[in-house]
Each structure stands twice: as structure tokens, then as C-alpha cells.
């Protein structure tokens, strides 16, 4: 059964494409399986969003179709958040040094948008976190050799 989320993203898509719900009715159901929402699989989901980004359609902020990882015991969900709080705290280390102090969140974001493209820490993926905790840490190496930023 699908969300809510997912359900509001074809729909989006049909608006974009200029679909109407006649011809969304038999998209789904040649491409997706089901001829209603409510009733679609989450592989024919997949395979519709699919066919609506070959079409032209690109969601924002980008949806994964590939389907969660199966290889972590923690949602993808859970695992984004440790990664940001991880993020958040050695990039605090960084205030007075790198940065000025009370400028945490817009610094960072100028931080990522020159390293990785990304406008907003929310857009990061699991593998751009990692490797934007990874370049802190190396200017933390840099700048403080080791030891923690004095607060003010």
C-alpha cells in the first residue's frame, strides 16, 4: 500500500506532464499494474515515477525509487539523522576558527554548497554527510591540530 507522500508525487508528476486523470488512470495501470493508486504496488509505484522522469519529470527534493537500504537495521531515516547530528557537533568544534561565532548554520551551508553543490544540509544524501563529516574533520586537523575550538 502506498503512502500519502507517494500517491501526492504522482500526482504531482501528472500535473507537470500535463496528464489528465483519464490518461494517469491507464499509465498506471499498463505501467504500474493497478489502474487505482490505493491498490499499486510499491514495485509498480517505482516503475510509474520511473516513467515520469523519462518523460521529464525530477522531483525535488529528488525521491529515491531504488527502495530503502536493506543492508542497515536502521531506517535510512535514523541513520541520516545520526549522520547530521555527527555533522552539527564537528562542525561546532570549527566556531571562532573557520567561522564566526553565532553564523553556525549559514557558514555551514556556504560550507556545503561550495564542497558538495548542496543548498541545504536537509538535501544531503547518507553519502554526501559522510563525506562532508570527513572534510570538517580534515579542517578541524588542520586548523586545531587535534585539540577543541575554545568557546567564547
Given at each position: 500500500m502506498l503512502?500519502?507522500?507517494q500517491i501526492a508525487l504522482v500526482h504531482v508528476a501528472c500535473k507537470e506532464l500535463g496528464i489528465?486523470?483519464?490518461d494517469r488512470h491507464l499509465i498506471q495501470e499498463e505501467i504500474g499494474g493497478a489502474r487505482s493508486l490505493k491498490k499499486m504496488s510499491e514495485a509498480g509505484w517505482r516503475a510509474l515515477v520511473r516513467h515520469f522522469e523519462e518523460r521529464g519529470f525530477r522531483a525535488y527534493p529528488p525521491v529515491s525509487v531504488a527502495g530503502p537500504l536493506r543492508d542497515s537495521p536502521e531506517?535510512?531515516?535514523d541513520s541520516?539523522?545520526?549522520l547530521m547530528r555527527k555533522l552539527y557537533a564537528e562542525w561546532r568544534d570549527l566556531a571562532?576558527?573557520?567561522y564566526e561565532?553565532?553564523?553556525e548554520r549559514a557558514a555551514l551551508r556556504g560550507f556545503l554548497?561550495?564542497?558538495l553543490g548542496v543548498?541545504?544540509?536537509r538535501f544531503l544524501t547518507a553519502e554526501q554527510a559522510i563525506k562532508a563529516i570527513e572534510a570538517v574533520k580534515a579542517i578541524k586537523a588542520r586548523k586545531l591540530g587535534g585539540r577543541k575550538a575554545r568557546k567564547p
Open positions: 503512502t500519502n507522500k489528465s486523470e483519464d531506517s535510512a531515516g541520516k539523522s545520526r571562532g576558527v573557520y561565532p553565532g553564523k554548497r561550495k564542497r543548498d541545504h544540509e
